[in-house]
């Protein structure tokens, strides 16, 4: 099927299999590889991406229904060279090891930090309770996004 | 194990591109612990380059010398001193050059920024390649950059791919994408092992996309212009099965044979006898296993996760029935996945996907196929007995661990031990021993997991220690202090006591626990504190962690590794337990394998690397993983009197644990 998205504020037209989901357009069809499949359930966080402003998993959405959002990939944050700055406190804080589950957590730390400029400590951990780390970087990611809300 | 390796040679080690970047090669592989910004930041001292320009290639089977694999935490360990003596010859070869071509002697002539530099004339190191490019034998005894001159090396550093993995640019090996290239799904058997009757592809082949139904022996699988098309093809394949159960291999290892262990025990004034449990567990990646292969009629391409480049172009080479000189392994960036990549499953079933679709395949297993067909961690049983003299020390020990085995690398009694048999020797001071590895079968695929078994030896030792201790009414710091003479291990058990502040009670439903150990030369101590609930739910409230491995390239990247094997770890002895049944396993997704998160992190990890800067670096991807669980056990029976013996310490374990 036909379908026009929003994507990283482009339109993007494309065509693809009904019921596709918008993880696989996103990797497959639109050339975003930073969303990444973790388990295709919505239970582990690596496909999140913001889909008007909130954190959804990708791999649950379907393209169609993507197409009425605003679709913000983790490619789609920075301004130039300039990172996001909950990019910046990630690569800071080296909030990362082998970086597989990074997208998604620095997806569900910007629409926290949207909503919410001035987290604490139990709202970081609610917000990225979706987000599984194996490496277990989970005390950096939190300095880190504390860092990102109140830059020195 | 064979040993191919010849001696250095500097080609093949570091290379001056004509932009002026160096780079940097190794045929080990970074799954995340920082080889790659350790290697980089030993290259750039000891060439004397800005780090920005070192770019470290690993494990391209085209380009790097042969390397057996990563594991064992050894990488830096091996390859520091390699890569440091290369870049130091490369070094000496450009002055070398620079001395003949402006006519100075060597003493008017230095380096900088990437450039010889004689008074005012600064010469680049491109400059000085012209035709030939640096080559020959590195000698033994290169001499090196003085210490206060390194700019890098021992200076904090994060990630090199860090920036690229932030903004999602980095190409993990499920983001390749080849022209032409197609997706694959595999068909699976009921359980491993199982023989295919027969096959019914008609349906298949007629669904939109599939390009090829391939069968190679038991191998099943399909070929589609899309990932979603693939699996649903895959699906609709009709396959027959002949299920025949597959056993691991059984072995008995003796580790250690002291005289007289028996008698020993006997005579001692008090003696105790524990029985330790541990569960098979999961790698469980958050990146399922992915392989993309390109097999031409000439050759092979494989982009893949891998340990052990050089073993999968083989297997590879094996498989399709190619020269290995045909096969070209690329490996990526990959999940990191603790082990489990030793095996090339994914790598292999791309390459028959691909052979016979004539299309380049990426194969991306699903988060079921990872739980369902990966390698786990085997299940362990550790019985100890010891005895005591009358003044509360150890006379006498005896242990027998039985596992399964841990490696694919064969039933060498010297391997088993090294592998299966992981820390099973206490490190305390020499007492009468008698340490056996039992190999046990198992319908379970089990293979290496992070640490092999040392995680679970040392569960059992040092929530032993612990209880021996308690028997004798003796601190459990102070007991395990007298038992130790090594003085590197002396100072991270005192340390990590005064920096947790051993001694000092937290109250209420907390309590601490201490454990410790030496895993392949890195010795690491542990405090864990928990609060433990009325009902047994624990809580993992801090972790104080001593750690020395040596001299320390990257110190933040050693506490990074660290902490990550004490949240990893953490999360094994509290959560995980891999549930099976005729080699099948039953719990196959987040919902039924759960693993720490967010919410579970402790409220800090306080890591103190304390390298003893005279030692050569040893591994820290693995030791941090390792006394934890004991630390855990042992602080959850100082905060609530219960011992726990087996593992996970689940809330209905713990009370039924709590006296009273």
């Given at each position: 099927m036909k379908l026009a998205l929003t994507v990283n504020g482009e339109r993007r037209d494309i065509d693809v299999p009904p019921n596709a989901s918008l993880l696989s357009v996103l990797r497959d069809d639109l050339g975003l590889t930073g969303t990444r499949y973790g388990c295709g359930r919505g239970q582990c966080g690596a496909c999140y991406v913001l889909a008007d402003n909130r954190?959804?998993?990708?791999?649950?959405?379907?393209?169609?229904?993507?197409?009425?959002?605003?679709?913000?990939?983790?490619?789609?944050?920075?301004?130039?060279?300039?990172?996001?700055?909950?990019?910046?406190?990630?690569?800071?804080?080296?909030?990362?090891?082998?970086?597989?589950?990074?997208?998604?957590?620095?997806?569900?730390?910007?629409?926290?930090?949207?909503r919410d400029p001035k987290p604490d400590e139990t709202s970081i951990r609610d917000a990225l309770a979706g987000n599984l780390c194996r490496c277990g970087v989970y005390g950096r990611a939190i300095r880190a996004i504390q860092k990102a809300a109140s830059p020195a | 194990m064979r040993d191919r390796r010849e001696p250095e040679k500097l080609e093949q080690r570091i290379r001056i591109e004509r932009d002026g970047t160096v780079t940097a090669l190794s045929g080990k592989i970074d799954f995340g612990q920082g080889l790659r910004t350790a290697f980089a930041q030993i290259v750039a001292d000891e060439l004397d380059v800005p780090i920005e320009r070192v770019h470290v290639v690993l494990g391209d089977t085209d380009q790097v010398p042969f390397d057996f694999g990563t594991f064992g935490s050894h990488s830096v360990a091996q390859e520091a001193p390699l890569l440091r003596k290369a870049a130091a010859f490369a070094r000496r070869q450009l002055l070398d050059r620079a001395s003949a071509k402006l006519g100075l002697t060597e003493d008017k002539l230095d380096t900088a920024a990437g450039a010889v530099v004689a008074g005012g004339k600064r010469v680049p190191y491109v400059e000085l390649l012209d035709s030939e490019p640096l080559a020959g034998t590195v000698p033994d005894d290169v001499s090196l950059m003085p210490d206060q001159r390194r700019k890098y090396t021992g200076r904090s550093m994060p990630h090199l791919e860090a920036r690229d993995i932030v903004t999602g640019r980095a190409t993990f090996v499920a983001d390749i994408r080849l022209p032409g290239m197609a997706r694959g799904a595999m068909v699976r058997p009921p359980a491993r092992g199982a023989k295919l009757r027969s096959l019914d592809d008609t349906a298949a082949k007629a669904m939109p996309g599939v390009i090829a139904v391939v069968r190679d022996g038991d191998v099943v699988g399909v070929v589609a212009e899309r990932e979603d098309q693939a699996r649903a093809a895959a699906a609709?394949?009709?396959?027959?099965?002949?299920?025949?159960?597959?056993?691991?291999?059984?072995?008995?290892?003796?580790?250690?044979?002291?005289?007289?262990?028996?008698?020993?025990?006997?005579?001692?004034?008090?003696?105790?006898?524990?029985?330790?449990?541990?569960?098979?567990?999961?790698?469980?990646?958050?990146?399922?296993?992915?392989?993309?292969?390109?097999?031409?009629?000439?050759?092979?391409?494989?982009?893949?996760?891998?340990?052990?480049?050089?073993?999968?172009?083989?297997?590879?080479?094996?498989?399709?029935?190619?020269?290995?000189?045909?096969?070209?392994?690329?490996?990526?960036?990959?999940?990191?996945?603790?082990?489990?990549?030793?095996?090339?499953?994914?790598?292999?079933?791309?390459?028959?996907?691909?052979?016979?679709?004539?299309?380049?395949?990426?194969?991306?297993?699903?988060?079921?196929?990872?739980?369902?067909?990966?390698?786990?961690?085997?299940?362990?049983?550790?019985?100890?007995?010891?005895?005591?003299?009358?003044?509360?020390?150890?006379?006498?020990?005896?242990?027998?661990?039985?596992?399964?085995?841990?490696?694919?690398?064969?039933?060498?009694?010297?391997?088993?031990?090294?592998?299966?048999?992981?820390?099973?020797?206490?490190?305390?001071?020499?007492?009468?021993?008698?340490?056996t590895l039992h190999i046990e079968p198992t319908r379970l695929r089990t293979a290496n997991f992070r640490s092999l078994a040392a995680a679970e030896n040392v569960f059992a030792i040092e929530s032993f220690m612990d209880e021996l201790a308690g028997v004798s009414a003796q601190d459990p710091l102070a007991f395990r202090l007298r038992h130790i003479t090594d003085k590197r291990f002396r100072r991270v058990v005192e340390h990590v006591a005064e920096r947790s502040g051993w001694g000092e009670r937290p109250g209420g439903r907390r309590g601490r626990g201490i454990a410790c150990t030496v895993y392949h030369g890195t010795y690491v101590a542990q405090v864990a504190e928990v609060e433990v609930s009325l009902s047994g739910a624990v809580r993992l409230v801090k972790v104080w962690c001593v750690v020395d491995p040596g001299e320390t390239v990257n110190p933040e990247g050693v506490r990074n590794q660290i902490e990550g094997g004490i949240q990893q770890s953490a999360s094994w002895a509290l959560k995980e337990e891999l549930l099976h049944r005729d080699g099948r396993v039953m719990n196959t997704g987040w919902d039924t394998y759960p693993i720490a998160t967010f919410r579970d992190a402790p409220e800090s990890i306080e890591v103190f690397v304390e390298g003893d800067e005279s030692a050569a670096p040893t591994g820290v991807g693995e030791p941090g993983a390792v006394p934890t669980a004991a630390a855990i056990a042992n602080a959850v029976f100082a905060a609530s009197g219960a011992r726990l013996r087996s593992v996970p310490l689940t809330r209905e374990r713990v009370r039924k644990a709590m006296p009273g």
């Open positions: 954190a959804v998993a990708s791999c649950l959405l379907t393209a169609d229904q993507a197409a009425r959002m605003e679709i913000t990939t983790v490619e789609g944050l920075a301004n130039g060279a300039d990172l996001h700055p909950v990019q910046q406190a990630f690569v800071d804080e080296d909030a990362l090891q082998c970086g597989y589950c990074t997208s998604g957590m620095v997806i569900s730390a910007v629409a926290l930090l949207a | 609709a394949v009709d396959a027959d099965w002949h299920a025949i159960p597959v056993e691991g291999p059984t072995a008995e290892v003796p580790m250690r044979s002291d005289a007289n262990v028996d008698e020993k025990l006997r005579a001692a004034s008090v003696r105790l006898t524990q029985t330790y449990v541990l569960p098979p567990i999961a790698s469980a990646p958050i990146g399922p296993s992915a392989a993309v292969a390109d097999v031409r009629g000439y050759g092979a391409t494989m982009y893949v996760g891998t340990h052990r480049p050089f073993g999968v172009r083989d297997q590879i080479a094996k498989t399709l029935g190619l020269p290995e000189k045909k096969v070209r392994v690329l490996p990526q960036i990959t999940s990191g996945t603790y082990g489990r990549n030793s095996a090339a499953d994914a790598a292999i079933e791309a390459a028959i996907l691909s052979k016979g679709s004539g299309r380049p395949v990426l194969l991306q297993w699903t988060r079921e196929e990872e739980f369902a067909w990966s390698p786990s961690r085997p299940e362990a049983v550790l019985e100890i007995a010891a005895g005591l003299n009358v003044d509360g020390g150890i006379v006498a020990w005896r242990y027998d661990e039985h596992t399964n085995v841990h490696t694919a690398a064969g039933l060498d009694p010297q391997v088993l031990g090294v592998t299966s048999g992981r820390n099973a020797i206490p490190p305390y001071a020499e007492f009468p021993a008698r340490v």
